[in-house]
């Protein structure tokens, strides 16, 4: 079994802990984080306040946990917050800033019907693991770089970057069905709305020299679940040639009033390079 990378599940007394997960697993370069819900882990209760002071708290865990494996903010490569009421996104967007005042990550927000524990907020991070898994030696791969990555021909935000690579994969933030010359939602319904998200994710990876073939998951959130006929119409034309893996869920609202949202996990065949 040594010729293999071996899993890593790891905790930290400084972040809530559970029977149920661990706090971060690590294989090869990546790390996985459980979600975080706005819990105290010296009291094992969820903190007073609003939406801004629990995800203060959830990000507060996330850090604590990464600080546990040597690890830092700026080593996420994406955050997905859960909120359950989609009015609190832009609450939540200000604590992130504070938590990431350089570089950010990809984002995806979702509004959830209900989350454990009557929280308002959960939060949950995929992390670059330079120095890799045993039996990786650290130097080998402790340096390699984050790449992130913007382009005009899709929407921008402060709050979050485009499209995030590290090691042999790309992570592009939730994308809205917003014209990016306009900044405003596309005319349409559901079909129309898809194929914009779609054209954002396309736009973004061309602009990083890839395609879609690259993509391995896409994850569309719909106001209407049952738009998802009209979405696979589109979808088709976008992966005529196969088709990546995918999570569909419906949830209560989405930002701009959108009733599609779709993010992507891409390959990236040639990896990133190391540190000079």
Do not use: W
Not at 17 to 39: E, G, R
Not at 40 to 46: A, Q
Not at 98 to 103: I, N
Not at 108 to 113: K, L, P
């Amino acid at each position: 079994m040594s010729d293999y990378n071996a899993v890593l599940a790891r905790n930290t007394e400084n972040a809530p802990k559970s029977p149920s997960s661990a706090q971060t697993v690590a294989f090869s370069h990546y790390n996985n984080l459980s979600a975080q819900l706005p819990i105290d882990p010296k009291t094992g209760e969820l903190v007073a306040g609003g939406a801004k002071e629990q995800a203060e708290q959830c990000l507060g865990n996330i850090k604590a946990i990464l600080e546990s494996i040597d690890h830092v903010m700026d080593d996420v490569v994406r955050i997905t917050t859960f909120v359950e009421n989609a009015a609190d996104a832009d609450a939540v967007g200000e604590v992130c800033a504070a938590f990431f005042p350089g570089y950010v990550p990809t984002f995806t927000t979702v509004t959830a019907s209900a989350l454990p524990m009557g929280a308002s907020v959960q939060m949950e991070a995929v992390v670059s693991h330079g120095d890799g898994t045993p039996p990786q030696a650290p130097e080998d791969t402790r340096n390699l770089v984050i790449e992130a990555s913007n382009t005009d021909n899709a929407p921008k935000s402060s709050l979050s970057t485009q499209t995030v690579s590290f090691s042999h994969y790309n992570h592009v933030s939730a994308q809205l069905p917003l014209d990016p010359k306009s900044g405003e939602l596309v005319a349409g319904g559901a079909k129309e709305q898809a194929e914009q998200c779609l054209g954002n994710i396309k736009a973004i990876l061309e602009s990083v020299d890839h395609d879609m073939d690259d993509v391995v998951k896409i994850n569309i959130a719909l106001k209407n679940v049952t738009d998802i006929d009209a979405v696979d119409e589109v979808y088709a034309a976008f992966f005529p040639g196969g088709v990546p893996a995918r999570r569909v869920v419906g949830v209560s609202a989405l930002p701009n009033d959108a009733l599609v949202q779709i993010d992507a996990v891409v390959s990236n065949a040639e990896g990133t390079p190391p540190k000079s």
